[in-house]
């Protein structure tokens, strides 16, 4: 009697033994789990924020509270906010894989966002355009009506917001302080995200107005035939061939005169020397705008102004190497990032 006791007893005890190591194993697993995904949720809760834009929060979720890799890359800027929370509303993103030793941790995460890079270059081709006008017209503008009226093509731009994305693999660093995991800075790529791709559009734009500046340099000459023509359909503006001659500048030298018709389709005056970018080029080099000898209205008229929907002949004067050579035209829309071009061979002889 007492040895069935006893087993009784026995048997209790193994029981009671088997759920405190099943009990222990639970809680062990489940701390190491709670553990394993806390860093993963802070750099959830500062996904969130930042597709929010709240910078409050995303000031808070930061080790040091800094925002400045946001402000260089004008996501901060008061003018630009409300298109940047409407272009950050499409962001998603999926975490990745944890890693952590005591107080540091790397998280994974792969971000999809709206891409504003055409925007960004429609917009900076149409302010530039702008200035380029009003420089032309005598009408200097401060920055502050500049940053007014960027802030205005890039809300009338935006429509298009959704309709491409760019997607990137981040790492974020974390740091564990005072029991709280803090995403450790803003890194640059992250400040490409939240500016949807703004950084890279201006990093183009830097590239593309020292290529301007340094025209006088370019040699590299387009392919053309006298079959092609520079006739061009643009957003904002067409214009056709019409003819050319051979002519000389004031000081007696050779010069040839091209000349097209214009048409504005844009909502505001413009002109062809403002929308057009007519290049010329003789021997492998590009040539030089002239100043005719002749009185010609073309040649007054590629630099005034014309109303919506008008249509008028123009002429742009180019110095010539010499009066034989053969001459290849390249037209594009001016002050735009914007590739596409025509071409035509001109024959002088």
Known sequence: MRNSKNERKSHRLVILLVLLIVLLFVCGGGLAYYLYIQPSRAVENFLKDAKALDFDALSSDVLTGDLSPLEEAHVTDSAYEEFFRRANAFMTYDIGKTSYRFTNATVS??????????????????????????????????AEDLNSEFSRYLSENSASLGQSF????????????????????????????????????????????????????????????????????????????????????????????????????????????????????????????????????????????SPSGQTVSVCQAFALLDSVSDVTLAASEAYSFNEQGTVQLLKLS
């Open 109 to 142: 995460a792969v971000i999809q966002y709206a891409d504003g890079t055409e925007i960004y270059k429609q917009t900076i081709s149409d302010i530039t355009k702008q200035i380029a006008s009003s420089a032309f017209s005598g009408d200097e503008k401060s």
């Open 166 to 305: 760019s997607s990137i693999s981040l790492d974020f660093q974390l740091i564990k302080e005072n029991g709280k995991w803090y995403v450790d800075a803003i890194s640059d790529d992250m400040a490409q995200v939240l500016s949807v791709n703004f950084l890279s559009a201006e990093q183009e734009l830097t590239a593309s107005m020292s290529q301007i500046s340094e025209g006088s340099q370019e040699t590299s000459v387009p392919q053309a035939s006298a079959e092609d023509r520079i006739d061009l359909i643009a957003k904002t503006f067409t214009i056709q061939y019409t003819g050319h001659q051979l002519s000389q500048d004031m000081n007696g030298n050779p010069c040839l005169l091209v000349y097209y018709n214009y048409t504005n389709l844009a909502a505001d005056p413009s002109s062809a020397m403002v929308d057009v970018n007519l290049r010329a080029y003789q021997n492998g080099q590009l040539l030089e705008a002239s100043l005719s000898a002749e009185d010609d209205a073309a040649l007054d008229q590629y630099m005034e102004s």
